[in-house]
């Protein structure tokens, strides 16, 4: 890895390399970077670095012993159930075959890189735009291992099986919608869950029941069941009745505006806005940061939007479920929450 280099300010990446961010419809930009990375994460190496990598890791699985060999075996939850992920690397099954990866991501770029243990194959992908980089690399291994991916059956989601519901362990909202991640293939739904904002891609098996590799859900009144194997969690989110009209939005956001204060987070959160329109933002230890919109999902449920973050991906929308007294009228806190800061409680100032 002739010209792999340490270079913990993403503000300097070496040039002339420059990272873009936005897409078709509104353009694209160069990405600005202002966080310091520390270790391994700071790392910048091109191309011919990372096929370098690929062959060192190829050989290495030789050796029973190596780093590589023994971090990429098989990991379990306690439980007993083999995990997705551990030691820093991920197993899933990519074009039929076990494959071992990890990715990466800064704002302006993207990576992956991938290896199939049984093919001896290695794929890497390296992206300067906000591009998923598994699809290119599902990609280039179905044509590599002439794999076709099944069809989706030709199955519409029942119209119940769309909408947004909460997770009460966690407080977050679970977003499905009709059509994948980009909303082109028939018989799939797209399911917001975890970060990001384009969403996980699952199948429908039936009009209420839909998988992928990692989640299977199932709709049963207004329960939505989900087990995500990934995350080893059983997930029974109870569905988000939705605004009838903007004097529903306009009375649940009644009384919202105000301060609130988590002590674990150290973090002040203010909601702003009048006639149903609000918006939020943090104050903490970090810094004061931007006002972002929210959207009234239903009853006292709100989305704040975070489409930005230091790293990536970023969060995508936080959870906002405002506590009211007995009366529906005061609000008395709110619990605020994303993938990786789930269910943060905030009193009212």
């Known amino acids: 890895m002739a010209s792999a280099s340490l270079c913990p300010n993403t503000n300097g990446l070496p040039l002339p390399i420059v990272g873009y961010e936005g897409n078709g419809t509104v353009g694209y930009f160069a990405a600005t970077n202002r966080i310091e990375w520390a270790g391994d994460a700071g790392i910048a190496a091109s191309l011919e670095d990372m096929i370098a990598y690929e062959q060192y890791l190829d050989r290495s699985l030789s050796d029973s012993d190596s780093p590589y060999a023994t971090t ?50 290695s794929t890497v992908v390296l992206l300067n735009y906000e591009a998923p980089p598994n699809v290119f690399t599902d990609h280039i291994l179905e044509k590599m291992l002439r794999y076709n991916e ?10 119940e099986l769309t909408g947004d519901f909460l997770d009460p362990e966690t407080q977050l909202y679970l977003e499905i919608k009709a059509g994948d991640a980009v909303g082109v293939k028939a018989g799939t739904l797209s399911m917001n869950y975890g970060p990001g904002t384009t969403g996980a891609t699952l199948k429908l098996t039936s009009e209420t029941t839909a998988e992928s590799s990692g989640t299977k859900l199932r709709l049963d009144g207004d329960i939505l069941h989900v087990e995500r194997t990934d995350d080893n969690r059983t997930i029974r989110a109870n569905r988000i009745q939705p605004p009838v009209d903007a004097a529903a939005t306009l009375a649940a956001s009644a009384n919202a505006v105000g301060s609130y204060r988590c002590e674990e987070a150290d973090s002040t959160f203010t909601v702003s806005g009048e006639d149903g329109v609000l918006h939020g933002s943090f104050d903490g230890f970090l810094g004061r940061g931007p006002v972002w919109l929210m959207r009234h999902l239903g009853e006292n449920v709100w989305a704040l939007g975070n489409p930005r973050s230091l790293d990536s991906t970023p969060p995508g929308d936080w959870t906002v479920v405002f506590k009211r007294e007995k009366n529906g009228k005061i609000v008395k806190g709110c619990t605020v929450g994303c993938w990786l800061a789930r269910k943060l409680e905030y009193t009212t100032l």
Do not use: D, N
């Open 72 to 121: 990429s075996k098989q990991q379990h939850f306690r439980c007993g159930i083999p995990a997705s992920y551990g030691h820093g690397l991920a197993r899933s099954q990519r074009a039929g075959k076990t494959a071992i990866s990890h990715g990466g991501a800064l704002r302006g770029f993207r990576h992956e890189r991938l290896h199939i243990p049984s093919e001896r194959l």
């Open 150 to 159: 099944p069809k989706p059956k030709s199955i519409t989601a029942a119209p």
